[in-house]
């Protein structure tokens, strides 16, 4: 889905940079299959985006690129066995954690997901007003622990998180689990590409402290943004929006406590609940 969605961008610009807006037209196709294709709605055949790359008069080393993001949009990718049990904002989530190589997340109620215990992420997602049934709540907690092999594979992307110190006082899915929980925290700090601050309650107000979000960084590509809501959240992709997380991010990290600090506070935290 992130290949597609670039794919689309990128078709989107290269159309506007040719002043091309009557192409739709010109290849026979309706208005609304090109509008599908540029908002990563559907995918593009070989044929069409050749017809396509054509008419846009495309230089070979963008035409390579965007054949390339073309087949990357086709592929299975390894979240599909859990696909029907996740609603779109959620698989292009996964699919740019799997992308990134840095992922910034501020988090002010839970522990990120890519760091929480089996049994947390059961108690939270179990928590979802849109869970209804027991296998949607086994096959997303699955997901959720499958996706946490993002963190081991070769290329493994840096974390960076910054979390709120409530984070380490919600009894999420009981005392017992908050207690494993926070020892996985502890183990994770431990990790040479995880880097983990808490935001003490002694800082006060910030820019950030009502919405929680990711920044995806990638290697080729502008970064991209993911913030929470009830419904999925929100991607950004406007340099100015992304600009402003960006820059939140970088002042809550200053703010934070440092990482040394921080595996100090998690182990007083999980102390407390012996």
Not at 210 to 234: C, I, M, Y
Request: contains cysteine.
């Amino acid at each position: 889905m992130a290949a597609r969605r670039e794919l689309g961008d990128e078709l989107r610009r290269l159309r506007a940079e040719r002043r091309a807006a009557d192409v739709a037209t010109v290849l026979g196709w309706s208005e609304s299959k090109l509008s599908r294709i540029e908002t990563a709605r559907t995918g593009i055949s070989d044929t069409d985006l050749e017809r396509l790359l054509h008419e846009l008069a495309a230089p070979q080393p963008v035409r390579a690129r965007l054949r390339n993001l073309a087949r990357r949009g086709r592929d299975r990718v390894w979240w599909a066995p859990y696909r029907s049990s996740v609603n779109d904002p959620y698989a292009e989530y996964v699919a740019f954690e799997a992308e990134a190589v840095l992922i910034c997340e501020w988090e002010t109620q839970l522990v990120p997901g890519l760091l929480q215990t089996d049994e947390y992420a059961h108690a939270v997602i179990k928590s979802g007003a849109d869970v209804r049934d027991q296998e949607t709540l086994q096959r997303r907690t699955a997901l959720r622990m499958a996706r946490q092999s993002v963190l081991s594979r070769d290329g493994a992307p840096r974390l960076c998180v910054v979390m709120d110190e409530a984070v380490l006082w919600r009894e999420v899915g009981g005392r017992e689990v908050l207690r494993r929980q926070l020892q996985r925290l502890y183990d994770a700090s431990r990790r040479p590409r995880v880097e983990l601050h808490v935001m003490p309650f002694s800082a006060g107000s910030h820019a950030a402290i009502s919405e929680a979000f990711v920044v995806f960084e990638f290697e080729d590509r502008p970064p991209v943004v993911h913030s929470e809501d009830l419904v999925g959240g929100q991607l950004r992709t406007k340099d100015p929006e992304v600009r402003v997380y960006r820059e939140a991010f970088s002042d809550i990290r200053k703010r934070a406590l440092s990482a040394d600090e921080t595996r100090e506070l998690i182990a007083r935290s999980g102390e407390r609940l012996n």
